[in-house]
Nanobody, 115 residues
Framework: QVQLVESGGGLVQPGGSLRLSCVGSGSASSMRAMGWYRQAPGKQRELVSLILSGGYANYASSVRGRFTISKENGKSTVYLQMNSLKPEDTAVYYC?????????WGQGTQVTVSS
């Protein structure tokens, strides 16, 4: 069973930055994609950003230009650099990974943007 361990959430003021990390226990050679979803209170879980094993990345329109996803080559590790954070970015952020034909989720890390 693959486990995903997230870190880096917290409380930050509007305009601030945070960096999320996710380390997966699965084999990097079988990883097809990793990324981040988020879920705000009363809302559905939504895609934030996803990066494929070959390096192609996509972003939700609401975060494009402010967030940057990256991964470590040869490792099941993905990062999300979040800049210019807004109160509407407040949510639980979940790491997501595809290994072969299976998908996995992390436990989630809270990000709160507030003054």
């Amino acid at each position: 069973q693959v486990q995903l361990v997230e870190s880096g959430g917290g409380l930050v003021q509007p305009g601030g930055s945070l960096r999320l990390s996710c380390v997966g226990s699965g084999s990097a050679s079988s990883m097809r994609a990793m990324g981040w979803y988020r879920q705000a209170p009363g809302k559905q879980r939504e895609l934030v950003s996803l990066i494929l094993s070959g390096g192609y990345a996509n972003y939700a329109s609401s975060v494009r230009g402010r967030f940057t996803i990256s991964k470590e080559n040869g490792k099941s590790t993905v990062y999300l650099q979040m800049n210019s954070l807004k109160p509407e970015d407040t949510a639980v952020y979940y790491c997501y990974a595809e290994y072969g034909s299976d998908t996995y989720w992390g436990q989630g890390t809270q990000v709160t943007v507030s003054s």
